[in-house]
């Protein structure tokens, strides 16, 4: 059985919107920030996936940023981008395959892996330097969040029903 979510396009839209919007901003900002011994030091998530891509952790660098940025940055671009075509009825052909992108991408995206990785991280070297998180890490932190709505207001079912239904009034 099949029940839809209320108004799942908009609900997808703003917090789809709202994802990118976030990910635009944390890269600015710093993530995090270390003391030890009157010096001090600030980075951004940028900074730190630059500060890995050295020898042999160039891969794990990679990684890190399609996995952590790009991927989440990338569907919640595509999701955005579907929802305006369904609202406007807009080359449905592409969307669909957008659509199928996107929902294709959805296991790869591993914010809250980096998240858990990173805290885990910081709580480790603590007892050396003095840790502090900054803008950006609360900015992912709400990043996670969001991300975790827009993926639980998608309505798969709503979606493409539209998308079916509009291709069968384009070819009558």
């Known amino acids: 059985m099949i029940r839809c979510k209320s108004n799942p ?17 944390l890269l600015v900002f710093p993530f995090l920030s270390m003391a030890r011994s009157g010096f001090s ?17 160039y891969p794990l660098a990679l990684a890190v940023g399609v996995f952590v940025l790009v991927i989440p940055t990338a569907r919640s671009i595509l999701l955005f981008s579907v929802i305006l075509r ?8 592409r969307t669909k395959k957008m659509f199928r992108l996107s929902e294709g991408l959805m296991p790869w995206s591993m914010a ?17 330097a003095q840790v502090g998180f900054d ?4 900015l992912y932190c709400t990043l996670v969040i969001v991300l975790a709505l827009a993926n639980n207001a998608v309505c798969r079912w709503t979606v493409w029903s539209i998308l079916q239904k509009e291709a069968g009034l384009a070819r009558n």
């Open 86 to 93: 369904l609202k406007f009825r807009h080359d449905l052909v």
């Open 41 to 57: 030091n600030e980075a951004s998530v940028p900074q730190i996936i630059e500060l890995l891509a050295y020898g042999w952790y």
């Open 112 to 128: 809250e892996i980096f998240l858990v990785g990173a805290g885990v991280a910081l709580v480790k070297i603590a007892d050396l």
């Open 9 to 25: 396009l908009d609900r997808t839209l703003a917090f789809s919107g709202t994802a990118i919007l976030l990910v635009v901003i």
């Open 135 to 138: 803008v950006a890490f609360w």
